[in-house]
Each structure stands twice: as structure tokens, then as C-alpha cells.
């Protein structure tokens, strides 16, 4: 279980560093800019790198927590979750002003399977009461209500009014969506890792 769970926080930690350092050497504007732009970056190699790791991360969880008896649709939000993170980094999305491509397409769902599958995966881990619950329940909700900033400017593009990421914060939205949801990955770890600390203790008492 710890190995479980140690793999996971090394392979969300090491996904992290790689996509703070390409924000930090893109030069792009956060505000605006999303984060599939960053592909086109001289280092965007880091962004699928990235994303690969933060599916194995939850890879490594998810396994960590049907083992401990967790729901099936928790598990299995968390599988899905991991699988859409590995395919926004495989299929990039379009450079601007490109039409929408067969690529472009599959990362735009992929991204939009993702960013809802964790705060749902989040809300049901509250309700079994894990540790940390009411953080998580908190992360989950903001994530949903930053996903529904995210779309909107979808469904306006869609009644043919022009909006672009300039006149939105789209880059900050998407990225709060990514935290809170990286957030609830980590809490769901650190409950298990504190419950695994604590059954050891208990153990090693009754082998002295």
C-alpha cells in the first residue's frame, strides 16, 4: 500500500515540477493563455511528460484505493480521469487559429472527461467521509463551478458569437481547474497514507 502510494505522490510531484518550469520558461500569459498552448512552446515537450505523469500518479492511487475497499465509481473516476490526462498529452490540441482536427478534438473531450471526472470522484470521496473530507468537498465544488467558466465560452462560441481568450481570463480558469483537482488527487492520497501510518503503528505493538 505505502509503495502504492509513495509512487503516486512521486509521479504527481516530478508532473508538477515539469509544468511549473514550462510555465515558468514559456512566457506565456497565464491569464489568458491555456494550457494546451504551451505544446507549442520551445520546451512543450514537458506538457505531455506532464500530464503522462499525472496519469500514472493516478494510476498508482486508484489501485491504492480499491485495495482499501473504495467505491467502484470512485476507482473507476479516477482510472478515467488518469486515461484523459494521458490522451491531452498525446493528441495536442490545434495551434491557434487552426480548425478543429481529429487531434484537436480528442483533447478537447479528453480535457473535458477529465476536469469533470476528479470533482466528481472528489464529491464521493467526501461522502464516504475520508480523512479530509470537507477540503476535498471544498476543492471538488470549485472545480466544478471553474469548469462551468471553462465551457461557457464554448456554448457562446457555439450561438456564433466571437470569443476569443483574450477577452476572457481562460488561461486562469483552467488552471484553477487543474489545481483543485491535482488538490483532491493529493488529499485522497494523504488519507490513505495517514491510515496506512496509523494501522502500522497499531501493528508493530502486537510483533514486539
Known amino acids: 500500500m505505502k509503495g502504492l502510494l509513495v509512487s503516486g505522490f512521486a509521479a504527481i510531484g516530478t508532473g508538477t515540477v515539469a509544468m511549473l518550469d514550462l510555465q515558468l520558461e514559456a512566457g506565456l500569459d497565464p491569464v489568458h493563455s491555456v494550457i494546451s498552448e504551451y505544446a507549442w512552446a520551445p520546451n512543450g515537450w514537458l506538457l505531455p511528460t506532464s500530464l503522462t505523469l499525472f496519469a500514472i500518479g493516478s494510476a498508482f492511487m486508484a489501485e ?107 488561461g486562469l480558469t483552467q488552471r484553477v481547474v487543474v489545481v483543485t483537482e491535482l488538490g483532491v488527487l493529493a488529499l485522497a492520497g494523504l488519507s490513505l497514507m495517514k491510515s496506512a501510518v496509523q494501522r502500522s503503528r497499531a501493528v508493530a505493538p502486537s510483533l514486539a
Open 64 to 170: 491504492a484505493l480499491r485495495r482499501v475497499g473504495a467505491g467502484r465509481w470512485i476507482v473507476a473516476l479516477l482510472v478515467a480521469w488518469g486515461a484523459s490526462m494521458f490522451l491531452i498529452g498525446a493528441f495536442p490540441t490545434d495551434r491557434p487559429g487552426v480548425p478543429l482536427s481529429l487531434s484537436g478534438g480528442i483533447h478537447r473531450y479528453a480535457a473535458f472527461a477529465a476536469f469533470l471526472a476528479m470533482p466528481i470522484a472528489g464529491l464521493l470521496l467526501a461522502k464516504a467521509r475520508i480523512r479530509y473530507a470537507r477540503a476535498v468537498r471544498v476543492l471538488s465544488s470549485v472545480a466544478l463551478g471553474a469548469l462551468l467558466l471553462v465551457v461557457v465560452p464554448y456554448v457562446v462560441r457555439m450561438f456564433g458569437i466571437p470569443l476569443g481568450n483574450d477577452d476572457i481570463p481562460a
